[in-house]
Structures are given as structure tokens and as C-alpha cells.
């Protein structure tokens, strides 16, 4: 069974820029969550989405968006790109939400 | 004060050694805890799961909650070089919904031949 699947690996953007990254999750997993995770702050919630509808959401500015298709494959988007933003950004999927959570290997994103 | 803080290390251990990983939480309400182990260039991947207080086993490794002093931690007996990794403890909200872990900054391990 093939499993989380994140795509690109890297990216490279200048400030300003917006990026959009893909994420195909476990074949039948319908919840799919995003994490940024940085040297810094360590791994952080951005949000969950689960039939297409965002049901959860983290501490992150309007910049951070997302959605998810009726396929479960789901897409977020940094619009205005900061340098802050440079992170590795993971995205998981599970069953349910009381699931295990299984996670993609994740995009590194450098903003120059 | 941040809800799950981590020993950052990195720590480095020869071969054969026992390993103790450590994590503090600020919330007693919290019940669920995890562990998780990340590969360099790799996601996260749930190692242990345990919910309140006690200790659950899994081959060499051991995972405790001691709710008491809200500490939890991993125990790797006879650690090998392929223990080497990032690991991350992590707690969910007490409905047991994993759809928001809180996650500490890991500890880098390294365990040398």
C-alpha cells in the first residue's frame, strides 16, 4: 500500500511569491492534516481537513490556506511568501480522527 | 509556558547503551502521549502510544507517563545505530482526537558503532 505522498520535495520561491503544495494521502484515509516544522519552533499544526471540509485550523496568518478534493488529495497554499516561511511543511493522513496518523516525507520550502 | 517541552540534546550514546528520552507537559488534562521517530529526510512515525499514566512495552522500547510530575519518556534498551534519529514526543487533546498533536522539538539521537 502505497503511503503518504508529498509533492515537490523542495522549492525554492523569493519573497512575495505564493507556493502551492500537493499532498496524496493512504489509499481510503479521508483526513488529511498539514504541520510546519522548523529548527525553531519544532512541529506545528496548521490544519485538518476531512471530506473536503476544514475542520480544524492552527495558529498561522490568512496566508496559510488549504483545501481538499473529492479524492481526499489535498493542496495548501502560502501566498506572500516570508522568509519565516522557509520550513519543511508535512502533511499526514489517517482513517478518522481518533486514527493513527500516518505522515508524507514532506516539501522543503526555502524562501530567499 | 510552551504545553510539551523537550530535552533538545542532541544525544550521543555508544552501541548497546540504554537510552532515556524526556518530555514535560504543562497540562494535567492531557491524557494521550506519544512518541514519535523521524529519520533524517523523512516524516514522523508513530513509535508508541499511551494513554494516562504507566508504562507500555514494545520490544526494546518502553514508554512511561507519570502523571504526577507530568513527565513522560522513551526508554530504547540496547540502542543500535539504526536507533539514530530525531524523536518527538507529542500529546492530543483528552477526547483522544489526533487531528491537533502538539509536539515537542525532539531530540536528535545518535547511537555510534
Known amino acids: 500500500k502505497a503511503g503518504v505522498t508529498q509533492t515537490p520535495r523542495y522549492l525554492i520561491k523569493t519573497r512575495g511569491q505564493q507556493v502551492t503544495l500537493s499532498c496524496s494521502p493512504i489509499?481510503?484515509?479521508?483526513?488529511v492534516s498539514w504541520y510546519q516544522q522548523t529548527p525553531g519552533q519544532g512541529l506545528q499544526f496548521l490544519f485538518e481537513y476531512f471530506s473536503e471540509t476544514q475542520r480544524n485550523k492552527g495558529n498561522f496568518p490568512g496566508r496559510f490556506s488549504g483545501r481538499q478534493f473529492s479524492n481526499s488529495r489535498s493542496e495548501m497554499n502560502v501566498s506572500t511568501l516570508e522568509l519565516g516561511d522557509s520550513a519543511l511543511y508535512l502533511c499526514?493522513?489517517?482513517?478518522?480522527?481518533?486514527?493513527?496518523?500516518?505522515f508524507g516525507s514532506g516539501t522543503q520550502l526555502s524562501v530567499l | 509556558q510552551k504545553e510539551v517541552e523537550q530535552d533538545p540534546g542532541p544525544l550521543s550514546v555508544p552501541e548497546g547503551a540504554i537510552v532515556s528520552l524526556n518530555c514535560t507537559y504543562s497540562n494535567s488534562a492531557f491524557q494521550y502521549f506519544m512518541w514519535y521517530r523521524q529519520y533524517s529526510r523523512k516524516g514522523p512515525e508513530l513509535l508508541m502510544y499511551?494513554?494516562?499514566?504507566g508504562n507500555k512495552e514494545d520490544g526494546r522500547f518502553t514508554a512511561q507517563v507519570d502523571k504526577s510530575s507530568k513527565y513522560i519518556s522513551l526508554f530504547i534498551r540496547d540502542s543500535q545505530p539504526s536507533d539514530s534519529a530525531t524523536y518527538l514526543c507529542a500529546r492530543d487533546n483528552s477526547g483522544g482526537s489526533n487531528y491537533k498533536l502538539t509536539f515537542g522539538k525532539g531530540t536528535l539521537l545518535t547511537v555510534n558503532p
Open positions: 489509499s481510503g484515509h479521508r483526513s
Open positions: 499526514a493522513s489517517s482513517l478518522g480522527q481518533e486514527a493513527q496518523l500516518f
Open positions: 499511551t494513554y494516562s499514566s
